[in-house]
């Protein structure tokens, strides 16, 4: 499995940014995809996550109505839209595989077994 994220960046607050993941490998209709942060110093954080199957979307209480999670299978692509972005958003995104957990919240970092490198957002 391998994940590559992109779009990260610096922006103003209530700027938008808009992260792209690409996923190869071994990814199955059953896995979910998911956006963790992690800004310096603090833990992880699963901000947005969806099952592959039927696109089923939950997103952490930060940053619900603001970012949009969405995916496009045929091209093995997940994308994170970040809409008014507030300073406390500065992190790294990670895009993240959880391939099994069975019913656990897809929120839960600890089930994630595949990362990409980490792209850094900025907001100030």
């Known amino acids: 499995v391998q994940l590559v994220e992109s779009g990260g960046g610096s922006v103003q607050t209530g700027g938008s940014l808009r992260l792209s993941c690409s996923a190869s490998?071994?990814?199955?209709?059953?896995?979910?995809l998911g956006w963790v942060r992690q800004p310096p110093g603090k833990e992880r954080e699963v901000v947005a996550a969806?099952?592959?199957?039927?696109?089923?979307?939950y997103y952490a209480d930060s940053v619900k109505g603001r970012f949009t999670i969405s995916q496009d299978i045929a091209k093995n692509m997940v994308y994170l839209q970040m809409d008014s972005l507030k300073p406390e958003d500065t992190a790294m995104y990670y895009c993240?595989?959880?391939?099994?957990?069975?019913?656990?919240?897809?929120?839960?970092?600890?089930?994630?077994?595949?990362w990409g490198q980490g792209t850094q957002v900025t907001v100030s």
């Open positions: 490998g071994n990814i199955y209709h059953h896995h979910y």
């Open positions: 969806i099952f592959r199957a039927g696109g089923i979307t």
């Open positions: 993240a595989l959880r391939t099994g957990g069975g019913s656990s919240s897809p929120l839960m970092s600890s089930l994630y077994d595949y």
